[in-house]
Structures are given as C-alpha cells and as structure tokens.
C-alpha cells in the first residue's frame, strides 16, 4: 500500500459545493476504513467523515446533513460531496485509508470557502 491521493479541493463562494476525490492502492478487500479529516489554521486536525467496508457511514455534527461520503464503483475511491459550504469549513482535508496491516494519509488537498 501507498500513499492515497486526494483532489478536488479548490476555492468557492459559500452555499457553494465541492466534491473531494480519494483514491486507494491495494486490494479493495484489505481496506477496512476510509475517512476524511480536516486542519484549519491553527487547529487541530479533526474527523469529518468515515465509511467502513460494510458501507456504514458516519459524520461530524458540524457537517451532518451537509457533507456525503460515498465510495466509488472500484470501492478503492471514496468521495466526500460537500454542500451548502461555510467560511468555517476552510481548511486542508486530508483522506486516511486503513488497512488490515496499518493507515495511510494523503498529502491533503485545500479547500477556500470566501464569504
């Protein structure tokens, strides 16, 4: 397993919308978590959103409702839709892929939110 590649991320108005895109090297069967994180400046990185490989989903409070984490038709892709954006949800995302035998981040793609 390498390191997974994020893209997607870009500058847009808020109430705008951005789809992230993470993909996966290896076996889809030794894939067991796929999950996005966020860093703003000066904080924490924080969980936004994960999916495991049975499919169950789950998200942060703050983008619950607005946020969708899907995989892709190879299960080695996920995607993070992200809707109705905020100045707030500016910061680099990161995808974080987990193996039978360890995780692996990706280099991080930015995402601008102008007001």
């Known amino acids: 397993q390498v390191q997974p590649v994020e893209s997607g991320g870009g500058l847009v108005q808020a109430g705008g919308s951005l789809r992230l895109s993470c993909a996966a090297s290896g076996s889809i069967f030794s894939i ?6 966020r860093q703003a400046p000066g904080k924490q990185r924080e969980w936004v959103a994960g999916i495991n490989r049975g499919g169950s989903t789950n998200y942060a409070d703050s983008v619950k ?9 190879a299960e080695n892709t996920v995607y993070l839709q992200m809707n109705s954006l905020k100045p707030e949800d500016t910061a680099v995302y990161y995808c974080n892929v987990q193996y039978q035998t360890g995780g692996f981040w990706g280099q991080g793609t930015q995402v601008t939110v102008s007001s």
């Open 32 to 37: 067991t978590y796929m999950g996005w994180y």
């Open 65 to 73: 409702g607005r946020f969708t984490i899907s995989r892709g038709n």
